[in-house]
C-alpha cells in the first residue's frame, strides 16, 4: 500500500516538484495533497500539472480546517516544503512525529524564528563558516527544533553570494527530501537516514 504523503508550500516548490519527479510509478509514497497558504504559489501548479489536487487554506491558522483537508486524503505524512507560516498547534500535536519540514542550513545552527529565505544564507556567510547544507527533521512545536533526521554538507566557496550558496544548497535538499520521505515509507514512519546514506 503506498504512503501518502501531503506537501505544504508557499512559493515556487522546487523541493515539491522533486517529490513529485522521483514518487512515480512503483515508488512507496506517493503525493496526493498540496496545500498552501498562497493562492499564487507555483507549487500549485506543479501540483496541478502532476495531477495532484492543490489546495488553498481559507485560514492557515486554523487547525480543523487542516485536519479535515488532511483527513480527507487519509494523509500518513506531511511535508513542509518551503511552508512559511506556522503549522497550528492542534496540527503538530494530531500529526506528531509525521511532519517533516527542510531547512536551508545546517541545524541547530541558523534555525529559529525569522530564519528563513535569504537570511540563512546571510547569516552563514557572515559566520565564516566553511560548509553549509541542507537539513531535514521533524517538525514540533518549536521553530526548527525538532529531531534531525538527515543533512548533507557543501562547501560554502570563496566569492560566494547568498543567491550562489542557496543555490547549492537547494541543489541537495532536491536529492535528499526525496530519500527521507522514500525512508519513511519503508519503515512506515519517518526515520534517521543512516550517516552518508
Ligand atoms: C528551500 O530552500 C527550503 O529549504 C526552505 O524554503 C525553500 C523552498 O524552496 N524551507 P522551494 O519552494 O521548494 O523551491
Not at 151 to 174: C, I, K, S, W, Y
Request: aromatic share 4%.
Amino acid at each position: 500500500m503506498s504512503y501518502r504523503v501531503a506537501v505544504c508550500v508557499s512559493g515556487s516548490g522546487s523541493n515539491l516538484q522533486a517529490l513529485l519527479d522521483r514518487l512515480q510509478g512503483a515508488a512507496p509514497a506517493r503525493v496526493v495533497l498540496v496545500l498552501s497558504n498562497r493562492a499564487d504559489a507555483g507549487g500549485l501548479e506543479r501540483a496541478r500539472a502532476a495531477g495532484v489536487p492543490a489546495e488553498v487554506f481559507s485560514d492557515p491558522s486554523d487547525a480543523s480546517e487542516w485536519i479535515t483537508r488532511l483527513g480527507r486524503r487519509d494523509v500518513d505524512l506531511l511535508v513542509l516544503a518551503g511552508y512559511l507560516k506556522l503549522v497550528p498547534p492542534g496540527v503538530v500535536q494530531k500529526y506528531a512525529g509525521r511532519i517533516l519540514n527542510v531547512h536551508p542550513a545546517l541545524l541547530p545552527d541558523f534555525g529559529g524564528p525569522g530564519m528563513y529565505g535569504k537570511r540563512v544564507h546571510q547569516a552563514v556567510l557572515a559566520s565564516g563558516t566553511a560548509e553549509s547544507g541542507p537539513t531535514v527533521h521533524l517538525v514540533d512545536e518549536e521553530y526548527d527544533r525538532g529531531a534531525i533526521l538527515a543533512q548533507r554538507r557543501v562547501p560554502v566557496l570563496g566569492g560566494d553570494t547568498p543567491e550562489l550558496l542557496a543555490a547549492r544548497v537547494l541543489a541537495e535538499e532536491h536529492r535528499l527530501l526525496p530519500e527521507v520521505v522514500l525512508a519513511a515509507a519503508q519503515a512506515g514512519h519517518p526515520v534517521p537516514l543512516p550517516p552518508g546514506a
